[in-house]
């Protein structure tokens, strides 16, 4: 069932739970909690604040904060402004915030204490768009108090209420190198969570999310933010994913009440599993459990749901599908490995990429897909905006197979994605990162399994002098340039990167040399 209902401008729901639950906790963090009718007033004076501050129709706001409730009310502020929210990393590498600061052409920063350093450092050398620090320390000239803004009276809020005008930017790793920054609009998200968080998760106005999802995720932004405003829902906002602390809230529940739905990615439900194993999660567990952000082995969400007694749901989707294509529900057939069933109303297709006709069921096709969750397009690329949408269609890039009763199994990628722990990393930017060293002469990434991760990228490099190659410095200089999960796990020294005529690696044999290293 489609919950079009819930598919309404933002100042909409929040003017309505203000009204119907207005002393019931929005969100709650270790620092602290927000009612939705300090939400419904906070977010519509931040706004007004925005928009004072010279904020345009469209312009770009960067949120470069942590898990906390400042990041949803900026979620969520920001578009009743009329503006566009870019959601940057918080653990980011300064040169990727850099060109994500350039790239978005952002007005305003929002930021944090642990932040504030990089932005001051970054905007030194830059013409500046105005920072916003949520800080209990002390401002720098021009920096203006988020605190101090939601205490002022305030211009009221645009609130437009237009659905289908892009409200985020989210970035995601291109095949460049570059990241791409994905727009996502209010139709889009809300629709996701009408078809698919609703029904299947039964997400309604007396849950209460747990959630150490990073709030910059695309996943996040859609459940854990706009799914819980959407149906007047409660959640804690845990600053990182822990075992012990995630045990901890479940059995010591604060003013938000007992945790009733527990989003993560494969890798937390792993760690759970091999920490905690069959006693489970105590004496107040979780009515339901979902995972996405990268494949899910059947062998790992059957033994969760033995071990936990709580039922794990897992879906597929991107950042350009507003996060979920595919479902598995609670009821009915599940086909455990697979990734479920397309959403209700959306349309998917498995292609040929050699041909482009539709394969038969049971043979591999690049997924395409066609629905109002789909991105209207990428920032400043017109040009992949038009390759990534030709046709009408979403070409997702990723492969898979389809059963006769039509449940979707991911089997790989026609693009070079790497998924480690839920995080993505395409190996073009890792790769320019070490070329940037004078120690490398050429380089290529490659994705190997990982038993807790899922996948970590492993280095071949070809060094400028053999045999002398200084590894450490090499990696410190990835750490410098990337976040943290993109630094390769491993470098290893190889006499030539295997290409095409074309100049493409070949990377395939770069895995099957890692897998059989007497087969060079």
Partial sequence: MLHTELIRPIHRLLDEHARLRPDRIAFVDERRAVTYRELAGNTARLAGHLASLGLGAGDRVVI?????????EAYLAIPRAGGVGVCVNPLAAPAEVAHMLDDSGARIVITDDARIGTVRELLAGRPGPTVVAVSGGRHAEGELDYAGMLARPAPPPRDDGDLDRPSWILYTSGTTGRPKGVYLTQRGCLWVVGA??????????EDVLLSPLPLFHSYALVLCVLGVVAVGASERILDKFSVQEVLRRLRE????GRATVFPGVPTMFHYLLERVGSAGFGPHPPRICMSAGAIMPAALNEAFERAFGVRLLDGYGITETSTMVTMNWPTGTRVMGSCGLPL????VRLVDPATGLDVPPGAEGELWVQGPNVTPGY?????ATAEALAGGWYHTGDLARRDEHGFLRISGRTKELIIRGGENIYPAEVEDALLGSAEILDAAVVGVPHPGLGEVPVAFVVPRDPGRLDVDRVLARCRDQLAHFKVPAELLEIDEIPRTASGKILRFRLRQRLLDPSNP
């Fill in 196 to 205: 698919s968080f609703v029904p299947a998760l039964g997400l309604g106005p």
């Fill in 344 to 347: 209700p109303g959306l349309t």
């Fill in 253 to 256: 529940p604060g003013p938000e």
């Fill in 64 to 72: 470069y904060l942590g898990n906390r409730v400042e990041t949803a």
């Fill in 379 to 383: 920032h400043n690329l017109p040009e």
